[in-house]
């Protein structure tokens, strides 16, 4: 069986990315924050066996870049649609184009997300047409289909979503209602969007320095040191 873990990345630019941290940070400070993110998510990703990484990235010029951050290992596509919704729908189908049977989509604001979460992801798609991991904020920070049954579910579940609300996910659980689909949970995690959720990541990553807890985000635990934020 074929696995893909697609991340959706943003090209790394001021002003463009991570801007709501935008005070405190400068624009600059941001994007090399997201970076971080971004470098330590797919590092960590990287570990799991059996799987394809794909990065879905946008603008449509951000491929030399990514690839410069990211490294060659992992396969590139496009961002492709007017919305989320479709860009979620384009890369989803495109997976299963591509023979994949297990299809996972992830973003890039999750750096501490546990990897041991992204295994249960792929093995709940053994027996579930959907698994979603729940963001603190109100979205998510995982959905996953089998592909088996993805013809009765997308492009549904992601078809009038208020996306970056705190309703994201209580539509999209409609939708999966609606389908009859059958479902798998994750335990909730958190995204990193605003000074509140800096100030947090900040305090975790220390917390789990002093537990003697593995801390996958390593470059980011440096960048906030840097940045007087740890």
């Known amino acids: 069986m074929k696995t893909c873990l697609t991340v ?8 463009r990315v991570k801007t709501r941290l935008v005070p ?3 624009p600059e400070q941001a994007a090399t924050l997201y970076t971080a993110f971004l470098i330590d998510g797919c590092a960590a990703l990287a570990e799991l066996p059996n799987i394809d990484i794909v990065i879905a ?4 010029e951000a491929r030399p870049d990514l690839q410069a951050l990211i490294g060659e290992e992992a396969i590139y ?4 649609g007017d919305g989320l919704g479709e860009r979620l729908t384009s890369a989803t189908q495109w997976a299963a184009a591509h023979g994949y049977t297990k299809i996972l989509l992830v973003g890039s604001d999750s750096p501490t997300l546990p990897i041991s979460y992204i295994s249960e992801a792929i ?11 729940p963001s603190v904020d ?7 289909f089998a592909v088996e049954n993805l013809g009765t579910i997308v492009p549904l579940v992601f078809s009038e979503i208020a996306w ?3 309703d994201v996910l209580r539509q999209t659980i409609t939708r999966i209602q609606s389908t009859e689909a059958t479902l798998g949970l994750l335990p909730p995690w ?31 635990e440096s960048l906030l040191t840097a940045l007087f934020l740890s």
Do not use: C, N, W
Request: no cysteine; hydrophobic share 40%.
């Open 8 to 15: 959706f990345a943003k090209q790394p630019t001021p002003h």
């Open 57 to 60: 990235y946008t603008p449509p």
């Open 24 to 26: 405190p940070l400068s």
């Open 77 to 80: 596509i496009p961002q492709t």
């Open 164 to 166: 970056s609300t705190a």
């Open 123 to 133: 093995t709940l798609l053994d027996t579930r047409d959907i698994v979603i991991g």
């Open 138 to 144: 109100g979205g998510y920070y995982l959905i996953g």
């Open 190 to 220: 958190y995204d990193i969007d605003t000074a509140e959720d800096l100030a947090f990541l900040s305090a975790h990553i220390s917390a789990m320095r002093l537990a003697g807890d593995g801390i996958q985000a390593v470059r980011t």
